[in-house]
């Protein structure tokens, strides 16, 4: 497995252990790499979640996840990756959603493959590479 960068969509399913395949996946990449990554924008979503519904129990949870993985920050390469990304999909129609294009930058800038179960919404982004753990 190439080293990865987990979206939103996808740390959410692992931190719920519902959905078999991601589970499998998950514990394959981690006997490979034995650390997850992901954007710190990704770290905020979840936050901001969690916080929003009151899951005190399941931030406890998560803020550990965290400190056993790899939060890129959003620094200037990425947000000046973001940005050029902002514009080409303003430019060719395609969704331009802040969250998600700092989260393919992120992905760009580390040269890592992004697991997401959202790949309609990074196909266009040229030299993105895609995989879904929901899939067999």
Known sequence: MDEALLDTD???????????????????YLAEHQRFAFSAMTAYEIIRGLRAREAKRQLAGFL????????FPVGMAVLTRAAELWSDACASGHAHGDADLIIAATALEHRRVLITGNTPHFAWVPGLRLEDWRRP
Request: no cysteine; charged share 40%.
């Open 10 to 28: 996808i740390l959410s399913e692992v931190l719920k252990r519902k959905d078999r395949q991601v589970l499998m996946k998950a514990r394959q």
């Open 64 to 71: 550990k996840t965290v400190d056993t993985s790899d939060v």
